[in-house]
């Protein structure tokens, strides 16, 4: 392939597409010899792990290049333009380039005139700044998640690693989807491995509760979201202007040569950067219809101008009241996943009785599905209603949630459930960051994202130290561990450090940027300072709790429970991988951090500048604007060119 988009949408779809073959292989293998089958899923684990590395560092390099090619449009984009889009335009025909759209279709709806976007389910993936060191940290925790349950997992390990591969699949999927449908299938697809996970290998007796408790939930919360999604598509279909060749959608200008457009409404779409771009549209529109009824009320008062008046004020305040509703109900379903207080009371259940591998995942990946949801979906489809809400009402909850969950931290002697409480409090910290709607806020969050996973992910890895030498995490049994296994009590002790936020460790650069956020902007000000007050307030807290267990399990005078087997040792070969890795890239973050930030940058501007368009809208000023600065990268050296190519044709 010439193309090197090209060789990026191939990789997508192996990526994408292998965990299922892994699952299907593990599962045989299982069937047949038992013993190899972890064997198996590690080396399946282990080359997913190296074609995602390879596609992700490859798509890096070229989101970076992009955001230097882009930069006299990048100032006006409110839509995301994934690349490595399987079914581009551009997909084999190399003189096309990369339009940011795909043609590959699930289900068609209605034929609409040509001109218009098809009103069609599809097959939209790809890789922007958002999605991109996500998925790689999905199939980096996969390899971690089999290597800690090497032990632990004696009963059918075949079938248990086919699961974590089709949960894989689902993480995945719904990480790199840019359809609306497509996002919700994947989003829901994780449920199922995740049920048998929890209720079949779990540790404790209620194990079977805990993860009915976990599926009632979450599915009640994402039947909400499907209706938001759904009523998003159906009140924001393509804005449509009748030109002499026909109907076209029209996203430019809302007056033309001194004459007002009139919109029409278009087929429904799908298609995450459609509905974004149909969104501020509309809304720009029925403002603008307010603003031009009030001066001609102003220059001509009579009865049809102020009956005019009043329907257009009418028109868009039921606009608004419609984006208001749906913005809760699409909250509802990530809410409950990441989760935000109240909606947290599955977790010491599901935490508390899932094994360790799986503990890993919910902690690590599965709880950025709900963040990750709000990024992708919540804010850009609903951007008037999370600039008006979000930071009173969810912000708010994960302020409290920060509080709560810190407390509730220190006051557990199990260390699974302290290190599960403590990830609710930095998730409460996300939920700030992503209100705050501007640069640091998002850039933050985003990061925080990224790192809470590592440092958490990591944490919960460790615990399957004790679990396979013990089978108790009580932390009243263990002391002075530090002398018996110093090599466990130094990554411990590094982990612990980077999960509070120590300089030179990667939580520090993300939590810093989020704070920050909350004292950037004329909206966040006014109960922003509340809000940073309860985020330091957390992250003290997080400091208190976890030295307090780290003095009782490392360094308090020395006991320890009856051991299981031989005579427990310190580190082996595989523990040390397991465990030193994602430690190691905790501090490569913490000292290095600007390649993650350089690839979000254009996206989370993208958002931003969304956000902006409903600041204006609600009468407040938008936020300071960037200094935009040309990335020292030859562009003419790149072998992919700027696209010039719009995704759609734009009226007259």
């Known amino acids: 392939m010439d193309n090197p988009l090209d060789t990026l949408r191939m990789m997508l779809l192996a990526v994408l597409a292998l965990p299922l073959v892994c699952a299907v292989v593990t599962a045989a293998v299982g069937c047949c010899c038992p013993g190899l089958a972890r064997r198996v899923a ?27 090619w882009t930069l006299g449009t990048e100032a006006t984009t409110t839509y995301f333009e994934p690349i490595a889009v399987p079914g581009d335009q551009g997909f084999g025909n190399n003189h096309l380039g990369q339009v940011h759209e795909t043609t590959w279709s699930l289900l068609t709806f209605a034929p609409v005139p040509q001109g218009l976007p098809p009103a069609e389910v599809q097959f939209y993936v790809g890789l922007d700044g958002l999605n991109v060191w996500l998925v790689m940290l999905t199939s980096l925790m996969t390899v971690v998640a089999i290597l800690i349950s090497w032990e632990a997992i004696q009963t059918r390990p075949g079938a248990f690693y086919a699961w ?9 999927g719904a990480f790199v989807a840019f359809d609306a449908i497509l996002f919700y299938v994947f989003f829901e697809l994780t449920l199922i491995p995740s049920f048998f996970l929890i209720g079949y290998w779990g540790g404790g007796p209620a194990r079977r509760d805990a993860a009915k408790k976990f599926f009632l939930y979450t599915l009640c919360g994402s039947l909400l979201t499907l209706v938001g999604i759904v009523g998003v598509v159906l009140t924001n279909p393509t804005p449509v202007v009748q030109h002499k060749d026909g109907p076209l959608a029209h996203y430019g200008p809302l007056v033309v040569a001194g004459q007002p457009v009139t919109l029409e409404e278009g087929p429904i779409t799908f298609s995450i950067p459609r509905l974004m771009r149909n969104v501020q549209t509309w809304a720009d529109y029925h403002a603008a219809q307010v603003q031009r009824s009030t001066e001609s009320a102003t220059r001509t008062p009579s009865a049809e101008a102020q009956q005019a008046l009043t329907q257009a004020e009418l028109t868009n305040d039921r606009h608004r009241a419609v984006q208001v509703c749906l913005f809760f109900l699409l909250m509802m379903g990530f809410a409950v996943k ?3 207080l109240p909606l947290h009371t599955w977790l010491p259940s599901a935490y508390g009785e899932a094994p360790i591998g799986m503990t890993l995942i919910l902690a690590a990946l599965l709880s950025k599905l709900g963040t990750f949801g709000i990024l992708r979906v919540v804010i850009p489809l609903t951007p008037d209603a999370a600039f008006l809400y979000g930071l009173p009402v969810f912000g708010f909850l994960g302020a409290v949630g920060i509080v709560y969950a810190a407390l509730c931290a220190f006051a557990q002697r199990d260390i699974k459930l302290l290190v599960a409480y403590s990830s609710v409090s930095h998730l409460g910290l996300i939920i700030l960051g992503l209100f705050t709607l501007n640069r640091e806020g998002l850039s933050g969050a985003t990061l925080h994202m990224l790192n809470h996973g590592l440092s958490t992910g990591t944490l919960f890895a460790l615990l399957a130290f004790l679990i396979d030498r013990y089978r108790t995490l009580d932390m009243r049994q263990y002391g002075g561990l530090i002398g018996r296994f110093p090599g466990f009590a130094f990554l411990l002790f590094v982990v612990c450090l980077a999960s509070v936020g120590l300089p030179g460790l990667n939580n520090f ?27 330091t307030s957390g992250i003290i807290l997080s400091a208190w709790y976890t030295m307090t267990m780290l003095k009782c399990v490392l360094f308090s005078p020395h006991q320890e429970p009856a051991p299981v087997g031989e005579t427990p040792r310190d580190l082996n070969r595989r523990e040390a991988v397991a465990f030193g890795v994602p430690a190691a890239l905790c501090l490569l973050l913490g000292l290095y951090p600007q390649p993650v930030l350089d690839t979000i940058r254009p996206d989370t501007n993208v958002i931003v500048r969304c956000c902006d368009q409903a600041r204006v ?16 990268t030859d562009a003419d050296a790149l072998t992919v060119p700027p696209t010039a190519v719009p995704p759609l044709p734009v009226a007259p």
């Not at 591969?165 to 689902?170: D, P, S």
């Not at 650069?509 to 985020?535: C, D």
């Not at 809208?617 to 020292?632: F, K, M, T, W």
């Open 42 to 68: 590690l080396l399946l684990a282990l080359i997913q792990l190296g074609l995602t590395g390879s596609l992700v560092f490859l798509a890096a390099d070229t989101l970076v290049a992009r955001a230097g």
């Open 164 to 172: 974590l591969f089709a949960l894989q699949t689902g993480i995945i």
């Open 338 to 340: 990441t989760p935000i």
């Open 509 to 535: 650069i993300s939590e810093m940027l989020m704070l920050a956020g909350l004292f950037e902007g004329q909206h966040t000000q006014t109960i922003g300072y509340g809000l940073a007050v309860a985020g």
């Open 617 to 632: 809208r609600a009468g407040y000023e938008p936020s300071p604007a960037e200094v935009l600065v040309q990335p020292e």
